[in-house]
């Protein structure tokens, strides 16, 4: 089968004009979505000790597990410890996975404490107290919460033609990277503060003949807006914020 092209004619002219008509238009819409696209990020730090880390002594953070998939969360752990430990204000912090096969069972989502009443308990056991020493740990930061596509829209539709393929429309969607860091000072036996992070971020893929990605990575914000909040709540010797109850 032979195909023809179709002739070139002046009735395909205003197709052509149509659609430099429509992507004109379109890049004025896409303009201000443009300018919205991006990361905003809400921590609040409240520390209720004058608690500070010494040398010899090291952090563990931990992800509050309430199902049984916890990859991201895991991920997210890797990524504010990883953090944690570099630079010249470096913390030392014991990997996640060997604290937690050290201390087996006692720290498995079925097992964990949920509170520092819990956690004395936890320690008189016999053993368990002289295990959590030989890791050096002294402070024990638990790690709740997610990154979730909370609102998504608009669409893109692509075409082949004789003149070529492309692509036109536009497409949006925001992520809400929601994380809650507790610490507990295992010396004391008491909960040392809270951590809320709260970030959001809006990505946009405008598509005009290709698509161009502009994506937000609000978890990746949360990994750094955190780790800068850890740091500073195990360095500070005071107390400070305004606490969850006076919102």
Known sequence: MKLRCPPTSAANAPRHDGRARSAAVLGLLIAPLLASCGVTSRMEPYKQTDAVIDDGERVVILARRHHANHEAEQEFINCISDSLSKGKDGIAVHPSSEFEDKMYPWFEPSMAPLSTDDLSKLLEKPGVLEQVRETGVRFLIWLDGSTDRVASGGGITCAAG??????????WWEDDARYDATVWDIKELSSAGTIHANVKGRSVMPAIVIPLPFIARPQAAACRGLTEQ?????????GYGAGPEEG
């Open 162 to 171: 004789v003149g070529g393929a492309g692509c036109m429309g536009l497409a």
């Open 230 to 238: 850890i740091r500073q709540f195990l360095t500070t010797p005071e």
